[in-house]
């Protein structure tokens, strides 16, 4: 349930209400049950109770996979607590708590007031109870980079004589993402080397010249992709995790992105007519159900609001998924001649959809935002028109801000909007695993809706008809795409002309060098690039080395770097290093406005071009069944000759999903399992020839589909 509070009761009453109604989990039968619920796999052992690593070894205790891991949990001055978990041997040096912005001497052993942080006594805590830490009162999880390589870690659940093995990146990934927990991968006794070296900073400046600061990812793309991706956009500062699950704060680092495509995209549907308004974010149980199919395609994911304070709704009403039903019952009352027609309206809004369990990042989420149109037409003509002119500005979107080539085309009956006539679609592809993503729609919804909510008009002929009408939207689904697309084992990399800082000025100080003056031209470079339109941004911080500044701002992608020493202020020019690829020139100042320019442009069509070749490699081409697997498995898209058939479909589905769980575990390393469904039938695609037949069923073939894995 949602509580909503009007006049007649205080915030606080609500969070005091909150907190009683919020159930703990104290049990191994509840851990057991929440593992289960997130479809995560483990094994139990029972034994005598353990308290420290020896008791393992006293009482023959050994896991298949795991090794023996410790649990510890401290407290600072502030009264922040910090678990951290590691191999029962590890130690902790005074460099690991500088990493986390505090002191050894800060630190004591937790014991007291743990009970009511996590629900469990200080001698029971274990990486489990965070579930039960809903303050956020852990500032930090950390789990040392020596137990992060271990595929398999074992905890006990509140429980010393019983112990649960599970796959570390379902522990990381699945349970802790289901309330929104992240955890941090830190070198705990590389740590307390480092600070014990009198020539510590200059050790350090040297690791980050080389590319070694622990800004790092500790995650390569092309070993663990999720945890990759986690740490791109959390360590490029682009998200924030928050207390609901699935639920994330946009920072400004990704929602700059999201304002570069609010103000191209909103001036380009401009030109087209369509004017923004705004619509509530509730809907009546009433209106949702007037639709049947419209409300079967989204009753999983309607959250539905049903109290205020303690007391009960008369009527419970939903948080709106999509607004078809909230803006129809308007557009009934505002369409009554064919001269109200056409009405083309937009809104810029969030929508809540909560029926998945495992939220991914701006990919699936269980509040976005996003932009919905709905217009109203006289004729299917038209209606089809906007629907096409719209996908063509989502691919504009994609391929000429984003730098993300996608691939449009019609869904199937099955993947259709639920309750509309046709559903176009714009896919892309995440080259990292191989998976397809719906990049955005635009639907021709047919009279259906306008039928249901009698949105109808009188015609020239003074004869009463139904208007067509269209729906279509775009969502922060468009930054994960992008991130997905274009980053490396670095971090982040934006396309130029969604960066929120396009350059970067570093200036490079020696000790003999004349600091004010490097500044100083640092200053004039970054003032004279922002007169020419260029977002440029200077970091002038004397507190951190240029080495870490370089990868700092590779972290977050920014797609160009001027570096200004001595010598390029001797012969006045800047170092000019790109992100994407790292290549190295030099530009002289006299002309560096236009140069920027045109290396920004050459950046943004070279990550277009590249993210294009990687599209294509994984497209591929089959007729026959061994040969659709054999590419599907190989993390590729696939394109083959269908029938069409819905039965057709749902057996491709079923059958994929059951032979992929027959590959050998060695090759499911390598490979991506799971179900394959239809993206879209490509609007450009090669004619049939005559004789062609479904690659599946053998019925006579309608057209070709591209079938792929999908988020």
């Known amino acids: 349930e949602m509580c909503i509070r009007d006049s007649r009761g205080t915030w606080g009453d609500i969070f005091s209400e909150l907190k009683m109604e919020t159930v703990k989990i104290t049990t191994r039968e509840q851990i057991n049950a929440k593992l289960k619920e997130l479809g995560i796999e483990f094994k139990e052992y029972s034994h005598s109770p353990c308290i420290k690593a020896e008791d393992y070894a006293t009482h023959q205790v050994k896991f298949d996979h795991s090794p023996l891991i410790k649990t510890s949990v401290f407290s600072d001055k502030k009264g922040n607590f910090y678990m951290i978990i590691s191999k029962h041997d590890t130690k902790l040096g005074r460099g690991f708590w500088k990493n986390l912005g505090t002191s050894k001497g800060n630190i004591q052993a937790a014991k007291d007031n743990l009970t009511s942080v996590l629900a469990v006594k200080a001698e029971e805590a274990s990486p489990f109870a965070l579930i039960n830490d809903s303050e956020n009162k852990i500032k930090h999880f950390v789990y040392d980079a020596h137990l992060g390589k271990e595929e398999y870690w074992a905890f006990h659940p509140f429980d010393r004589s019983y112990s649960v093995e599970l796959k570390r990146d379902d522990f990381l990934v699945k349970f802790l993402s289901s309330f929104s927990r992240a955890a941090q991968e830190i070198e705990l006794e590389d740590s307390q080397e480092a600070v014990q070296s009198t020539d510590a900073n200059k050790n350090e400046e040297k690791k980050e010249d080389d590319g070694q600061t622990k800004l790092g990812l500790g995650y390569k793309r092309s070993e663990n992709f999720s945890m990759w991706y986690t740490q791109v956009i959390l360590k490029s500062e682009m998200i924030e995790y928050y207390d609901i699950s699935g639920c994330y704060i946009l920072r400004p680092w ?13 001036s380009w549907i401009k030109k087209l007519g369509v004017e923004n308004a705004y619509f509530p974010v509730f809907v009546s149980e009433k ?12 009753a999983p994911e309607v959250a539905w609001v049903t109290k205020y304070g303690t007391s009960n709704l ?12 909230i803006m129809y019952p308007a557009y009934s009352k505002w369409i009554t001649s064919h001269r109200d027609l056409p009405l083309k309206l937009n809104q810029w809004t969030n929508v809540v959809r909560w029926e998945f369990k495992h939220p991914t990042p701006f990919i699936r989420t269980r509040e976005f935002l996003w932009q919905e149109g709905h217009t109203a037409h006289a004729t299917k003509e038209e209606a089809d028109a906007q629907v096409f002119e719209i996908l063509e500005l989502y691919r504009r979107v994609y391929e000429e801000l984003l730098a993300v080539p996608v691939i449009k085309g019609i869904k199937s009956e099955i993947e259709k909007f639920a309750g509309g006539y046709f559903t176009s679609t714009v896919e892309a592809f995440s080259p990292g695993n191989g998976r397809g993503i719906q990049a955005a729609t635009s639907h021709q919804l047919g009279q259906n809706f306008s039928k249901m909510f009698e949105i109808s008009f009188e015609n020239e002929k003074k004869e009463r008809e139904f208007a067509w009408q269209t729906s279509w939207g775009l969502s922060t689904r468009s930054i994960g795409v992008m991130v997905l697309t274009h980053s490396d084992d670095k971090g982040l990399v934006l396309p130029p002309r969604v960066a929120k800082i396009q350059v970067v000025v570093i200036p490079v100080i020696f000790k003999d060098s004349n600091t004010e003056e490097l500044i100083n031209s640092a200053r004039d470079l970054v003032k004279q690039l922002k007169e020419n339109g260029i977002k440029a941004y200077l970091d002038d911080r004397d507190n951190y080395t240029p080495g870490w500044r370089y990868n700092h701002w590779e972290l977050k992608g920014v797609p160009l770097r001027f570096e200004i020493g001595p010598k390029d202020l001797q012969n006045n020019q800047v170092r000019a290093v790109i992100r994407r690829d790292g290549t190295k020139i030099q530009l002289d100042r006299a002309n560096i406005a236009a140069d920027t320019k045109n290396l920004l442009e050459k950046i943004q069509n070279d990550m277009f071009t590249s993210a294009k070749q990687k599209l294509d490699a994984h497209r591929k081409n089959a007729s026959d069944w061994a040969t659709f697997m054999k590419e599907l498995n190989q993390n590729n898209v696939v394109l083959t000759p269908w029938c069409q058939s819905t039965e057709c479909e749902l057996k491709v589905k079923e059958r994929s999903g059951i032979e992929s769980k027959m590959i050998e575990a060695s090759e499911a390393e390598i490979q991506l399992t799971g179900s394959a469904k239809t993206l879209c039938i490509p609007l450009e695609q090669e004619a049939l020839k005559e004789g062609d037949i479904c690659f599946h069923c053998g019925a006579a073939a309608q057209k070709r589909v591209l079938w792929g894995r999908s988020y």
Request: proline share 5%; glycine share 6%; no cysteine.
């Open 314 to 325: 008369r009527e419970p009403v939903a948080v709106r998924p999509t607004s078809e039903t």
């Open 287 to 298: 209106a949702l159900n007037k639709e049947k199919d419209h409300v079967e395609g989204f």
């Open 254 to 266: 990704a929602f700059g992105v999201w304002e570069e495509i609010q103000t191209n995209f909103d």
